[in-house]
């Protein structure tokens, strides 16, 4: 079992930052490659970035691409989701999840352990 905390959301003006964490604790953080994911009411929950086990890979979904980062710091359990020049329509809970699989993958059936999210509001 994995258990996650996602913590660093609340509400900013477009333009604006903002700084998710994710806290693991249960079963060791380093096995697992890490995603951010994120549900808008009324849409279904999207992928957003993925971070290999190492920290040494990643993936984005292309809206986020030069605006967002991941990161993680396997000594402190934790993983990171820095969010720049944010938009109204990032307008989200935002989910991080845990992976035992190979290779960075954007389905969210694919991730064993979530956390109970975080909202993020982008005001215009």
């Known amino acids: 079992q994995v258990q996650l905390v996602e913590s660093g959301g609340g509400l900013v003006q477009a333009g604006g930052s903002l700084r998710l964490s994710c806290a693991a604790s249960g079963r060791p953080f380093s096995r697992y490659n890490m995603g951010w ?4 009411p009324g849409k279904e ?3 957003v970035a993925a971070i290999g086990r ?3 890979t990643n ?3 292309e809206s986020v691409k030069g605006r967002f980062t991941i990161s993680r710091d396997n000594a402190k359990n934790t993983v990171y989701l820095l969010m720049n ?3 109204p ?3 989200a809970v ?3 999840a845990a992976d035992l699989g190979s290779g960075l993958r954007s389905d969210p059936e694919n991730y064993e352990y979530w956390g109970q999210g975080t909202q993020v509001t982008v005001s215009s």
């Open 45 to 47: 929950r999207e992928f």
């Open 85 to 87: 020049t944010l938009r």
């Open 89 to 91: 329509e990032d307008t």
């Open 59 to 61: 993936s984005y979904t």
């Open 54 to 56: 190492n920290g040494d």
């Open 37 to 40: 994911f994120r549900q808008a």
């Open 94 to 96: 935002y989910y991080c």
